[in-house]
């Protein structure tokens, strides 16, 4: 103790003894949280076998009644099907084996197990009691139960079923692992604040307080982030090491982060390795003419395919998507199938074919300037027309036509996305009646208010909760979609499972955050960083000491593209030490080009950035190249490794997946991330500097700020979000969403099985 000085003794004095105290604690605790789970998930297995048993009980007296065993057999390889269930036997009063499915372990046979369940009875006869006990089977814990099968106040004889045990050892060893962390946490949280209180004196604590509250009223937000980083970065670091470590922890108990082989591994084991089905209305693979005839494949520029392409690489399946390309039909088989990626064919596209009028009607009228200017809230006024609306329906009938014809069973799992699709969700249900659904809306919902706009408002949502699972980004979009369910429908609500019925059928609504492939498969053919930026300054023809800001987005007015060049503006204004040094770089995609509002913001956002390089443009230095070209996603991820600097101002987007890919692309753990508030990936990316875009003045400060961080700070930002993506990447976000989906398939074909038992059990059986 004499090393130590006599604050760290006095702080010693008191953590010691709390970690010893807190040491007991976790291990009395464990102790009883192990015994209170393992008692509840025994009583949860006995349940079970007396509900599989009592579900049964009358089809089994029947055959046991009328001697068929062989019906009696197939009835118990019915109970059997149960993942849970090992094998089941009936036994005669005698206790001599009537019928048991396939294997079943001779040391629980009906000799063994069933003089347990017998005792005399005060007449001189037996008496019948349910048997429960566990025992190891091929080194796994298992529970068998015997249960005397009564009928019609009679005792016919016992079921013994036996069950595994090993999935009730997995939850009971995660609960113990998770109490002593809990305690781990508290005890590390406890002895951190002992120390903290008795190192730093009472008074001196407050006056930091003090010191850091006014510090943060009165700073400029990018001070304010300065002094955030600078106070609290050891918490910062401690809370994520927390997380990580948890995240680890978790990972372990659920088989690893999730990757291309997680996801394959869990279709395999939820879905039996089946493809799963996804409507979308893009195609990630556009075979297009070139005009010397030859045939090249593009690459949309859309966060949905970028997301959902990896993802169908690993779980094989079916994409069904409007042929939008000038060589789509001259490259599809007889049934309008190509295989796809070109070279690595792991899954196929089907392509639907629109006239110009149904593309006219359904994609550019109802789905682009009716649906989508509703549910952004950007300030522009959404256009419904009866004709539009009349096209979205027939396009929605067609696709479920196309996509009932590639479902491979009575009850697939389909993936419908997106705002084009709101009818096709209860058109496959009509179709299909036992399929998984699962509806994802990429885009923002708006509140309930707004969303009645629409005259057809009800119809999208009744067509919605003909899903199984309706999915969004965020909370605060399933909130809204549950208000606008209560306000227009006459739906039951449960707020608490989040759930809806309508007509007697269940939705659940869940979000479920989109992410990127982790890591990016186009890290493989990049060069490094340094070469990027050297490619990319070069081929604008700026000097090696460049700072450099990108922009990348399709060309649409919710991207906030003008806000951006706005505070480009406003910084080399206010900050003319970046003049002649910073460049912006802003790559925008075409989009939509038929409807005047897309056509009216490309002239306008040129004239934005002509205005500006007049303004502050000197010689060969222009601040602003505009690049209003399509650009693939290598040479996006190029720009990305080259930027000190990328900033994504939507005025509102479901997630935004520019923001991930970005920080995907730097594994060098440098460059910053400027981030609207008003993005879905806002409340996951913290570390990246948070500015409202239409607020020139912060948004230009916080690019200073950027421009300005140390190689340090960006490199601490940069690794704290790489580990979130990493962490919360899109095969997480697809196998979240499948494993609900096979879950509830489960769930609903047990529910068909017990339907299928009780019709079993009301057909009249041969007579005795
Ligand atoms: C948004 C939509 C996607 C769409 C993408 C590109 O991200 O949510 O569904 O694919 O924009 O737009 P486009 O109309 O070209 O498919």
Redesign the pocket.
């Known amino acids: 103790m004499a090393v130590f000085s006599p604050s760290v003794r006095s702080a010693l004095r008191f953590a010691v003894p709390l970690l010893a105290v807190l040491g007991l604690l976790a291990w009395g605790a464990t102790m009883v949280v192990d015994a209170t789970a393992q008692a509840w998930f025994e009583r949860d297995v006995s349940l079970r076998a007396q509900l599989a048993v009592s579900g049964a009980r009358e089809g089994i007296a029947a055959h046991v009644r009328s001697g068929d065993r062989r019906r009696l057999r197939a009835l118990l390889e019915d109970i059997a099907r149960d993942d849970r269930i090992l094998a089941v036997e009936v036994c005669s009063t005698s206790l001599a084996t009537l019928a048991a499915t396939p294997g079943f372990p001779e040391d629980f046979g009906c000799a063994r197990v069933g003089p347990q369940a017998q005792r005399a009875s005060g007449e001189g006869g037996v008496a019948w009691r349910p048997v429960e006990r566990t025992a190891h089977l091929r080194g796994g814990r298992t529970q068998v139960s015997a249960l005397p099968l009564e009928d019609r106040g009679e005792t016919l004889g016992l079921v013994v079923l036996v069950q595994d045990l090993s999935w009730a050892d997995r939850r009971q060893g995660s609960t113990r692992q998770f109490t002593l962390l809990a305690f781990a946490l508290v005890a590390a949280a406890g002895s951190v604040a002992t120390f903290l209180v008795a190192r730093f004196s009472w008074r001196r604590w407050t006056a930091e307080m003090r010191r850091f509250l006014r510090l943060s009223r009165s700073a400029p937000p990018d001070a304010r982030d300065g002094a955030r980083g600078k106070e609290f970065q050891p918490l910062l670091a401690d809370v994520r090491d927390l997380v990580a470590s948890l995240a680890q922890e978790r990972d372990a108990l659920e088989g690893g982060p999730w990757s291309p082989e997680r996801l394959r591994q869990t279709l395999t084991r939820h879905l039996h390795g089946e493809g799963v089905i996804v409507v ?3 195609e990630p693979y556009i075979h297009e003419r070139a005009p010397d005839g030859s045939i090249r494949v593009a690459y ?6 970028s997301a959902l392409e990896p993802v169908m690489r690993a779980c094989s399946g079916t994409w069904v998507a409007h042929g939008s390309g000038s060589a789509d039909r001259a490259t599809v088989d007889r049934h309008d199938r190509i295989r796809v990626p070109p070279g690595e064919e792991s899954y196929a596209i089907h392509r639907v074919w629109l006239s110009p009028e149904e593309e006219q009607g359904y ?1 550019y009228g109802f ?2 300037e009716g649906l ?1 200017p509703l549910c952004h809230v950007v300030h522009a006024r959404p256009t419904f027309r009866i004709g539009d609306w009349e096209h979205y329906q027939r396009v929605n009938e067609r696709f479920a036509e196309v996509t009932q014809g590639e479902a491979p069973g009575m009850d697939p799992i389909v993936l419908v ?4 699709f709101a009818l096709l969700p209860r058109m496959l249900r009509e179709r299909i009646p036992r399929a998984t659904i699962i509806a994802f809306w ?2 923002p919902w708006p509140n309930a208010e707004s969303f009645g706009i629409c005259p057809w408002h009800r119809d999208l949502l009744r067509g919605l909760l003909g899903s199984s699972v309706v999915g969004f980004h965020t909370q605060a979009h399933c909130n809204n979609f549950l208000d606008a369910v209560d306000r227009y429908l006459e739906a039951r609500i449960d707020r608490e499972r989040q759930s809806v019925v309508l007509e007697g059928r269940e939705t659940l609504v869940r979000p479920y955050p989109i992410s990127v492939e982790w890591p990016s498969h186009r890290l493989a053919s990049l060069p490094p960083v340094a070469e990027c930026r050297r490619q990319v300054l070069e081929e604008h023809g700026l000097p090696p000491q460049t700072l450099l800001g990108v922009g990348v987005d ?1 060309l ?1 007015y919710t991207k906030g593209i003008e806000e951006r060049l706005l505070a480009v503006e406003r910084l080399l204004e206010r900050f003319p030490e970046y003049r002649g040094r910073f460049t912006f770089v802003q790559l925008a995609a075409p ?2 080009t038929a409807i005047p509002r897309y056509r009216a913001l490309g002239e306008a956002v040129e004239a934005a950035a002509e205005r500006i390089n007049q303004r502050f443009g000197a010689g060969s230095y222009r601040p602003v190249i505009l690049h209003r070209e399509h650009h693939g996603p290598d040479s996006v991820f190029r720009y990305y490794r080259a930027a000190d600097l990328c900033y994504v101002s939507s005025l509102h987007d ?1 997630m935004n997946l520019v923001a991930k890919e970005f920080v995907s692309a730097r594994d060098d753990e440098k460059g910053v991330l400027l981030l609207s508030r008003f993005t879905g990936a806002a409340r996951e990316l913290a570390e990246a500097l948070l500015v409202n875009p239409y607020d020139l003045e912060e948004a230009s400060t916080a690019m200073a700020a950027a421009l300005a961080m140390s190689k340090e700070e960006q490199g601490e930002r940069m690794r704290a979000l790489r580990a979130y993506v990493a962490e919360f990447n899109v095969y997480r976000w697809a196998g979240r969403m499948l494993v609900d989906a096979a879950r509830l398939r489960q769930r609903e074909r047990l529910t068909d099985r017990l339907a299928i038992g009780q019709g079993t059990l009301l057909e009249p059986g041969p007579g005795p």
């Open positions: 979308a209305n893009r949309p520029a859309s966060g949905l395919v994609y789905a682009n989508w996305q997106d705002y084009h990429h885009i399709r649409d989009s939509r479901g």
